[in-house]
Nanobody, 125 residues
Framework: QVQAVESGGGFVEPGGSLRLSCTGSGSAFDGYAIGWFRQSAGREREGISCISWSGDTAWYVDSVKGRFTTSRDKAANTVYLQMNSLKTEDTAMYYC??????????????????WGQGTQVTVSS
């Protein structure tokens, strides 16, 4: 099971930026692709990014492509999500978990994914 703690959320105006962090306990992330997922009110949780264990490859859904960038620091057991040009529709609770990219634009939690508390992102004027 891959456990992690998310942080970095907050309130931002449209067009603003935030950087989320996801830190795994001990060596929890070793060998796993890690993704970011989000869930807004009344909607199912969706995978929006997934970065490979090596960090060399990242996948994104179309709604965030070109605006969000994920990266990882293996030494720090941390995965980041840099979010730029935020829109009101990005408002959601954001979670990180082990992921798998099953098709272009389709990111799912892996079989070892565990959900943490998440971090709230609110984009509003």
């Amino acid at each position: 099971q891959v456990q992690a703690v998310e942080s970095g959320g907050g309130f931002v105006e449209p067009g603003g930026s935030l950087r989320l962090s996801c830190t795994g306990s001990g060596s929890a992330f070793d060998g796993y692709a890690i993704g970011w997922f989000r869930q807004s009110a009344g909607r199912e949780r969706e995978g929006i990014s997934c970065i490979s264990w090596s960090g060399d490859t990242a996948w994104y859904v179309d709604s965030v492509k070109g605006r969000f960038t994920t990266s990882r620091d293996k030494a720090a057991n941390t995965v980041y999500l840099q979010m730029n040009s935020l829109k009101t529709e990005d408002t959601a609770m954001y979670y990180c978990a082990a992921c798998v990219s099953v098709a272009p634009g389709v990111i799912l939690p892996s079989s070892v994914a565990q959900w943490g508390q998440g971090t709230q992102v609110t984009v509003s004027s």
